[in-house]
């Protein structure tokens, strides 16, 4: 846990939140700031600074974040796909430096912002 991080402090109830989901591992969350007509985040609680930073010791938690994401997508309502995006590190657009996976949809999720490809 890292004192001053914002998803650490979202993780700690500190911050609030719009939970979409939440276990011993992980947290899933809407984006205060949505780029998609559904936009949530899916974190590990621990602090994992983004892929650069996990290692196999990681592995359980990372695999939960991924095998969460279409369980979670289809109770948001996205039954017909969905986008995930990880950016890391300053090149990547990484803006909060706690690893997050963006789960993004609706009627064109393609168009979203987030400097897709
Ligand atoms: P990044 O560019 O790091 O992949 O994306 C960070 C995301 O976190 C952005 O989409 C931004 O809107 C979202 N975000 C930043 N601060 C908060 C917050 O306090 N609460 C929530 N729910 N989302 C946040
Ligand atoms: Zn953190």
Known sequence: MSQDCIFCRIA?????SRKVYEDEDVLAFHDINPAAPV???????????????????????????????????????????FRTIINNGRVGRQEVYHLHMHV???????????NTP
């Open 12 to 16: 700690r109830g500190e911050i609030p």
């Open 39 to 81: 936009h949530f985040l899916i974190i590990p609680k621990v602090h994992v600074v983004n892929l650069y930073d996990a290692d196999m010791a990681h592995q359980a938690v990372l695999g939960k974040v991924l095998g969460m994401a279409g369980q979670l997508a289809r109770e948001q309502g996205l039954t017909d796909g």
């Open 104 to 114: 993004l949809g609706g009627p064109d999720p393609l168009r979203s912002g987030l």
